[in-house]
């Protein structure tokens, strides 16, 4: 449970799969699961999930900076599904990895060989000096043709505030852990994505007005990069894990 409590929700049913639906398709069509990496795995809320699909991955790799987390991963899902693993990557976190680096630090080994990249509840928590430099880890693992790129974001119209300098892209909500809660501008992360090669192929609003966004992309492809839509969601309150 306290793990539970460090990625969100603690009900069961954003843990368990009786219908054996693979999890993505109410957003998107066309997913290949095959081969998944998985950033920001925390405790296996998404992992567990695909490991009881119909079209569970034969391959899945999840990362974390929890290492509490992942542990239990390892011990309690990773033993039930042949091809599945999980490691900790030693990121600074103010809460989670006190002792992590400071600095940024690479994936494991996924090069180009990622059906589907998944960064849920990820890039909300990543400070802007490092947002490209993991964009850019995503893109690495994704497959050239044919993959996608899943993640979620807080986003805002930096137009809206003209007090910014052109380097402030990003806003945060907790003077002692900036990590706590990100907001991008939409324009830079349009910018960053392309940056790193990648094209938004569709991309979902919230739910509850301002909440997160989920946007897929892919390496290149056909047709032209799609446009984010309205925010028309009801207004609402969805607190972050404390």
């Known amino acids: 449970m306290e793990l539970m409590r460090t990625v969100g929700p603690v009900d069961d049913r954003f843990y368990r799969n009786p219908d054996r639906v693979n999890i993505f398709d109410y957003e998107h069509s066309g997913i290949d699961?095959?081969?998944?990496?998985?950033?920001?795995?925390?405790?296996?809320?998404?992992?567990?999930?695909?490991?009881?699909?119909?079209?569970?991955?034969?391959?899945?790799?999840?990362?974390?900076?929890?290492?509490?987390?992942?542990?239990?991963?390892?011990?309690?899902?990773?033993?039930?599904?042949?091809?599945?693993?999980?490691?900790?990557?030693?990121?600074?976190?103010?809460?989670?990895?006190?002792?992590?680096?400071?600095?940024a630090v690479a994936f494991p080994a996924f090069d180009g060989g990622a059906s589907l990249v998944i960064a849920h509840s990820v890039f909300t928590h990543i400070l802007e000096r490092d947002l490209a430099f993991y964009v850019g880890q995503c893109a690495r693992a994704l497959r050239p043709e044919g993959g996608l790129f899943r993640s979620t974001w807080f986003l805002f119209d930096k137009r809206l505030f003209p007090m910014m300098q052109d380097f402030q892209n990003g806003l945060y909500i907790n003077l002692d852990d900036p990590t706590n809660a990100v907001v991008y501008d939409f324009a830079f992360v349009r910018a960053t994505f392309a940056a790193a090669g990648l094209k938004m192929v569709r991309i979902i609003p919230p739910e509850v007005r301002g909440f997160q966004w989920v946007i897929y992309a892919s390496r290149g492809g056909p047709g032209e990069a799609v446009d984010f839509p309205d925010d028309v969601a009801p207004l609402g309150r969805m607190v972050p894990p404390q």
């Open 33 to 103: 699961y095959d081969g998944v990496f998985d950033f920001g795995c925390g405790c296996g809320r998404i992992a567990r999930q695909m490991m009881l699909q119909a079209q569970a991955p034969s391959r899945y790799l999840g990362i974390d900076l929890n290492a509490a987390a992942i542990a239990w991963c390892q011990a309690n899902l990773a033993p039930h599904r042949p091809g599945m693993a999980f490691r900790h990557i030693d990121i600074y976190n103010r809460g989670l990895n006190p002792a992590g680096s400071p600095a």
